[in-house]
């Protein structure tokens, strides 16, 4: 399987606060996604990072890919409450993405 | 923002019910997936399809079926649901070609929350 598996599964931190979160994955990939998602809603594309890419920014978002490794992460700089949200990562490669369980991210104002 | 709409966004169903969700994209993409999720859990694929008149079966065993007919529309069918059907169900959608099969990016509906007692 190609899934994702995203860590911490909950993260709370104080608004202002930078966040980090961490997706490892187990076979080689084209590239990694990560989206985001709001209590009872669909999922949100935040970003795409390619096999060949080491580090990509949108914004607060900064994402790095580790290859060797088989890890990324994503960093969300001075947060903000609407930040709340689940975040996911996204690895394909022959197969439809296949999604990890998500990290919680609560924000407290 | 993602021209993908599902119908209905929630339904409470009598068990033994058929039920179909309706899911349609402008955006002329060939690639559509249903996701099935239960609250604060992990996405699992149900079904797939690459264009019209292809379906496939995702990771996740399911009692329900797919059509895809048109292009901009792939209805998801159960025909005698079950209280183990609970669940969110999230259509998406996404360009065809990129690195690989599954490379691009995908464009997911609010979901359907669908209950049956």
């Known amino acids: 399987s190609q899934q994702g598996e995203e860590d911490p599964q909950a993260l709370s931190i104080q608004e202002g606060e930078n966040a980090t979160m961490n997706c490892s994955y187990k076979?080689?990939?084209?590239?990694l996604q990560w989206y985001r998602q709001n209590s009872g809603r669909g999922l949100v594309h935040l970003i795409l990072?390619?096999?060949?890419?080491r580090e990509k920014h949108s914004g607060r978002l900064r994402v790095t890919l580790d290859t060797s490794k088989k890890s990324s992460s994503l960093l969300i700089t001075a947060s903000r409450a609407a930040d709340t949200a689940s975040y996911f990562c996204?690895?394909?490669?022959?197969?439809?993405?296949?999604f990890g369980k998500g990290t919680r991210l609560s924000v407290i104002a | 923002e993602a021209d993908i709409y599902q119908t209905p966004r929630y339904l409470v169903i009598g068990t033994g019910k058929k039920i179909t969700l309706e899911c349609s994209q402008t955006m002329g993409h060939d690639k559509m997936y249903w996701y099935q999720q239960d609250p604060g859990m992990e996405l699992h694929l149900i079904h797939y399809?690459?264009?019209?008149?292809?379906?496939e079966k995702g990771d996740l065993s399911s009692e329900s079926t797919v059509s895809r007919i048109r292009t901009e529309h792939f209805p998801l069918t159960l025909e005698s649901a079950r209280p183990s059907h609970t669940s969110q169900y999230l259509c998406a959608s996404s360009e065809w070609g990129g690195t690989g099969i599954g490379g691009n990016t995908i464009y997911f509906g609010e979901g359907s929350w669908l209950t049956v007692v």
């Open positions: 990072i390619r096999s060949n890419e």
């Open positions: 076979t080689s990939i084209n590239n």
């Open positions: 399809s690459y264009g019209v008149n292809s379906t």
């Open positions: 996204a690895t394909s490669g022959n197969t439809p993405l296949v």
